[in-house]
């Protein structure tokens, strides 16, 4: 006599993310604004019953400063924590960085608004940046 296999535990209730985070997209079928929990991948509109799609995020990319591993994350995150070395590293958009050449072998650096100062990291060189206009440059050996 066959044993029957025990069913499937139920799927738990979707919950949506814990800070509530929601996104909009035009309804394919009336063209009202949809509200949807971030991470859905499609809304039915309540209105007129058509499916409507979400795009999928943007992705952006940035090397992990513990480990250089590539990361990707949804572009719009402030910080990203790497998988591989548990590092937590600041996600800046364009808006919030700056760049400079390096002040000994001229690498283009980049850097957050509001540092003082911006260490190469292909020959340990430190350049000074910011609001003051004072030179003041030195080599570090590491």
């Not at 909009?24 to 971030?38: I, K």
């Not at 499609?42 to 499916?51: E, G, P, R, T």
């Not at 937590?88 to 608004?113: F, P, S, T, W």
């Amino acid at each position: 006599m066959p044993i029957p296999l025990a069913p499937y535990p139920p799927l738990p209730p979707y919950a949506p993310p814990p800070n509530g985070a929601q996104s909009q997209v035009v309804c394919s079928g009336c063209r009202n604004l949809l509200l949807y929990p971030v991470g859905a991948t499609s809304v039915c509109c309540a209105v007129c019953n058509a499916l409507t799609t979400v795009p999928p995020a943007e992705m952006a990319q940035l090397v992990c400063g513990g480990c250089h591993t590539l990361l990707m994350y949804i572009r719009g995150a402030t910080s990203v924590q790497c998988s591989c070395c548990h590092t937590v590293n600041l996600a800046l958009e364009a808006n919030q960085v700056a760049h400079v050449n390096c002040g000994n072998c001229k690498m283009l650096l980049r850097y957050q608004y509001g540092a003082r100062s911006v260490k190469c990291a292909v020959c340990s060189f430190v350049t000074s940046v910011g609001a003051s206009t004072s030179t003041t440059e030195q080599k570090f050996s590491t």
